[in-house]
């Protein structure tokens, strides 16, 4: 269960927003009424997951304007450029970020970036309220992101839930022991993703071995009669030594942003890095 206080401060700033930005967009759109537009969709999702499942290696090439603390990170910012050239460098997947206040993001990015590419796209940003889930239905989410530092488990649950009864895949991000604990009292599903990010939240120190020990306990929770956990190591990824370092302790799936985000030609940077990492086999 986690409390307020024990949220870094961001964090707090963020989620506060996210209450008020969904009570402004429920002022204009009733929940209701967002739940009829989602019935309406006939659009089968692109299978997030299920891309991961089969991929060898497995990207998930973010399109990230701006962050927090970095400010903008990328001056020529073309969403819908950005995921084709990711779609022909042999991304997995994209992560798009749509939250406007603290990371410049915007909802018609996730709408550019699909219509621009085949790839199943999870929306990156802060859910806190089944209203999103919804919207993120709406705007063409193939997978949502739960941050579970973020969440209450109750709140976590009721997420989950209705994601999974929309047919999207979840990204459940988790960044200590404490938090994949109660992401694993989530229930079980072949549209769980597990995130582990490799940044403490409140020194924004990035530790590889994060994913290594978090790792053990996530299939430690795991029956031989489950399929096995997909595992996502997030943050600090940067070469093709870092990948073959989390290679060789069993994981295979990767979300990179910034890494890409801070040349003129994210497609290239991800060539380039998958090109390291064949010549280093």
């Known amino acids: 269960m986690t409390t307020t206080s024990e949220i870094p401060s961001v964090l707090q700033r963020i989620v506060a927003t996210k209450h008020e930005e969904v009570a402004a967009a429920q002022a204009v759109l009733s929940l209701a009424d967002l739940q009829a537009q989602a019935a309406a969709i006939t659009t089968p999702r692109r299978g997030f997951a299920n891309a991961l499942r089969n991929a060898d290696i497995g990207i998930i090439a973010e399109i990230k304007k701006a962050s927090p603390s970095k400010g903008i990170i990328n001056h020529n910012f073309a969403p819908a450029e950005f995921a084709a050239q990711y779609e022909a ?10 939250d406007e206040q603290y990371f410049q993001g915007h909802d018609n990015y996730l709408r550019e970036a699909k219509a621009a590419c085949s790839l199943p796209a999870l929306r990156k940003d802060f859910m806190v309220d089944v209203y999103q ?33 929309l047919g999207m895949d979840v990204l459940i991000e988790t960044h200590t022991e404490e938090e994949l604990l109660r992401a694993l009292q989530l229930p079980h599903s072949v549209h769980n993703i597990y995130g582990i990010n490799n940044r403490d939240l409140n020194t924004f120190a990035v530790d590889l071995q994060t994913s ?14 489950e399929a096995a956990p997909l595992l996502v190591t997030e943050s600090g ?19 990179i942003g910034e890494q890409f985000m801070k040349t003129d030609h994210p497609g290239n940077a991800l060539q380039s890095l998958l090109a ?6």
């Open 89 to 98: 460098a042999g991304a997995t997947c994209l992560s798009v970020l749509t």
């Open 212 to 225: 290594v020990t978090l790792k053990k306990v996530l299939l430690n929770a795991f029956t031989e009669d």
């Open 237 to 255: 990824i940067h070469s093709a030594d870092d990948i073959a370092l989390m290679q060789s302790h069993g994981m295979h799936l990767f979300l």
């Open 133 to 165: 889930i919804y919207q993120s239905y709406v705007l063409g989410a193939d997978c949502i992101l739960l941050i579970m530092a973020c969440l209450d488990d109750a709140t976590a649950l009721a997420l989950h839930q209705v994601s999974i009864e």
């Open 276 to 281: 390291s990492v064949s010549a280093n086999r």
